[in-house]
Every structure is written in structure tokens, then in C-alpha cells.
């Protein structure tokens, strides 16, 4: 049992700074929101809107550059050197062409967001957010 408290501690001690980080993250989006709700409805309803768009971008993008830090782990633990720095040419790669890809994928559908069902105005007030 001891051993099970000791790999906890450790475990935990890794592992709170991720979570003050995820809950500052969700504290800053709910400060943003209560700011932004102060100045009207539609900003509001743009914000969301806007970010809920660039959300699917920016988690696809995580979800295919995630694995990255997986293998280059796993080199480096079986002491592999040369393919820790392949993998990270490969990652460094793959996070370049999803980052231009989505930026143009965002480009594209800012011109687009009425097809999506928003009322005029909150369309209108989400395109800056959306375009370059």
C-alpha cells in the first residue's frame, strides 16, 4: 500500500501544475465571457460563435500533433537519440502543415459563416474574429 501512496504523491505532484493550468485556462474563458456579455448579447453570441468555429481547428490540430510527444518519449527512454530528433522533424513538420492548412480551412469559412445558421448580426460581429 505504500508504494501506492508513494506513486500517487508523485503522480499528483506531476500532475498539478496541468491542472492549475486547465483550470486557469477555463477561468479566463469564463472571465472573458462575463466581460464580454457586459457589452451586449450579440458580442457575446459572436464570441462563442467564433470560437467555437476555431475550437475544431485548434483540437484537431492538437489531436494530430499530440502523439508527437508520446514517441519521442518512448525513443528517448529506449535511449534512441537519432530517432527522438526524427520524430520531432516529423512532428515539427506535421504541426507546420496543420497550422497553414487550418489557417487557410479558417480563411475560407470566415467568408461562409452565414451558411452555419446565425442571425446576421452575430455573423457580422464573428467574421474579424475569423479572417487574417
Do not use: K
Request: a neutral charge; hydrophobic letters at 55%.
Amino acid at each position: 500500500m505504500s508504494r501506492v501512496i508513494s506513486e500517487a504523491r508523485a503522480t499528483l505532484f506531476l500532475a498539478v501544475p496541468i491542472i492549475l493550468g486547465q483550470v486557469s485556462q477555463m477561468l479566463m474563458g469564463a472571465i472573458d465571457s462575463l466581460m464580454i456579455g457586459q457589452v451586449g448579447t450579440v458580442p457575446l453570441a459572436a464570441s462563442a460563435f467564433a470560437g467555437a468555429v476555431f475550437g475544431f481547428f485548434y483540437v484537431s490540430g492538437l489531436g494530430l500533433c499530440m502523439p508527437v510527444s508520446v514517441l519521442v518519449s518512448r525513443a528517448h527512454g529506449a535511449g534512441q537519440a537519432v530517432v527522438c530528433g526524427e520524430w520531432l522533424r516529423h512532428g515539427l513538420a506535421v504541426a507546420t502543415l496543420t497550422g497553414l492548412v487550418a489557417m487557410l480551412a479558417m480563411e475560407l469559412l470566415g467568408a461562409q459563416l452565414g451558411r452555419l445558421g446565425q442571425p446576421p448580426e452575430v455573423v457580422a460581429a464573428a467574421q474579424p474574429f475569423s479572417s487574417l
